[in-house]
């Protein structure tokens, strides 16, 4: 029954992630302009995730023109909405969870995300709106680090239950700092 339970959470948590990342995208694809409708596949194959990266910005390459910043900045952005609903899903965790070193884990992951979600993120998408390509792409390189020592801190076999998660974040962290290198050569 609990892990029925859990798995039903889980599945309706990440419905809602998608959800909400698809009208995060809706959102923004207003605000950018694309010139080339070859652009977000150009862009995604200087990428290291090229079918996620297409798949993360393809409801983008309808919209009348886009530009190299606005792929970046949309993929920072859906950087940052997953790592803010894995913190809400950490958080949700730690008051089902009944064993005191998972519960250490999980809190010790809460405070790895919440400097993603308040500083790391949110100063880089902010460096990246003014230009400032090296500034950005050291916070959200630093944010992937961050996620990715998440995972470390869970015992046993069964090891973390974020990992999924840290790694689509990880993933698209490093589409969005080969988009702001591009961005940079440019």
């Known amino acids: 029954m609990q892990k029925t339970l ?3 959470l889980l599945f309706l948590l990440l419905l809602l992630l998608f959800l909400s990342v698809h009208l995060q995208l809706q959102c923004e694809a207003a605000a950018i302009n694309v010139d080339d409708d070859d652009l977000i596949e150009k862009i995604c194959r ?3 995730f090229h079918d996620l990266c297409v798949a993360t910005l393809q409801p983008i390459a309808n919209t009348p ?3 190299i910043k606005g792929l970046a900045s949309s993929v920072a952005n859906i950087v940052l909405g997953n790592a803010t609903d894995t913190l809400h899903y950490i958080e949700g965790l730690i008051k089902q ?8 884990a999980l809190a010790e992951c809460a405070e790895l995300y919440i400097s993603v979600v308040k500083y790391e993120l949110p100063e880089a998408i902010e460096a990246l709106s003014k230009g400032q390509y090296g500034f950005a792409n050291y916070g959200i390189s630093d944010a992937a680090k961050l996620v990715d020592q998440c995972d470390k801190g869970f015992p046993g076999k069964s090891g973390s239950p974020l990992s999924d998660r840290n790694k689509l974040i990880h993933s698209l962290s490093q589409i969005a700092v080969a988009i702001i290198n591009v961005l940079a050569k440019g």
Request: hydrophobic share 10%.
């Open 97 to 104: 969870t009944s064993d005191p070193k998972e519960e250490r």
């Open 46 to 48: 200087k990428t290291p």
């Open 65 to 67: 023109g886009s530009n």
């Open 6 to 8: 859990t798995f039903l």
